[in-house]
């Protein structure tokens, strides 16, 4: 195993701040959003062959633990990205809009491949056509299936996302009336 020095740890950028000899001042907006963007638990649905390409992004060639998102689970109380990878069935859309509602906010969700995008080749009577007809999407992924450098800008656009967002978004009206419209109930009420 090679040595790791200094020059090969890359790290995050400083927020835009106001600095000074020995302090840095910066706003709680920017501060929480890099802890989150850097720091996002995917939890990874995969039902066919775009998860294989998801677990190829794991593997130590693409290696996701580079972004702080090595720790995927099941479980979607502990998570806060929702990948969705592979076809969607009819049948699986109340299952999949299950776990997105029992992920707490703030929550993203990564849409991988066109069958989770569109529905994709399968133009027929029983898949989803787009998972953006029951929940929220925030990135959409092309391909069929798109390779893991793809998967992997994803979620940097995740985590763009998460860094720049306003601690106020998940209150506004706006948001309310976008959860509104998948018939999905706010943490909040
Ligand atoms: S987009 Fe292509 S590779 Fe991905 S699940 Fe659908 S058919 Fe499979």
Same mark, same amino acid.
């Given at each position: 195993?090679?040595? /790791? ?22 706003? +709680?907006? =920017? ?5 989150? $963007?850097?720091?996002?638990?995917? @939890?990874?649905?995969?039902? $066919? ?31 806060? +990205? @929702?990948?969705? *990878?592979?076809? /969607?069935?009819?049948? *699986?859309?109340?299952?999949? =809009? ?27 009577? $029983?898949? @989803? ?26 979620? *940097?656009?995740?985590?763009? +996302?998460?860094?720049?967002? $306003? +601690? ?8 309310? =009336? *976008? ?9 909040? =009420?």
């Amino acid at each position: 195993m090679g040595k /790791i020095n200094q020059k090969m740890v890359k790290t995050v950028e400083t927020p835009e701040g106001v600095e000074g000899q020995g302090f840095f001042a910066t706003s +709680l907006d =920017k501060v929480i959003g890099l802890a989150r $963007s850097n720091s996002i638990w995917p @939890l990874p649905f995969a039902t $066919s062959c775009c998860g294989i390409e998801f677990m190829a992004t794991m593997g130590a060639n693409y290696d996701l633990a580079r972004f702080g998102s090595e720790r995927l689970a099941f479980t979607p109380r502990q998570t806060d +990205l @929702l990948m969705v *990878m592979g076809t /969607i069935s009819k049948k *699986m859309a109340p299952v999949l =809009k299950q776990v997105y509602d029992q992920m707490a906010e703030p929550k993203w969700v990564l849409s991988v491949g066109a069958c989770a995008c569109s529905g994709g080749i399968f133009d027929t009577y $029983s898949v @989803l056509q787009g998972i953006d007809k029951v929940i929220p999407v925030d990135v959409y992924v092309p391909g069929c299936p798109p390779r893991p450098e793809q998967i992997i800008e994803g979620l *940097m656009k995740i985590q763009e +996302l998460a860094k720049n967002e $306003s +601690l106020r978004r998940r209150d506004s009206d706006e948001y309310q =009336k *976008m959860l509104e419209s998948y018939n999905i109930e706010s943490a909040e =009420k």
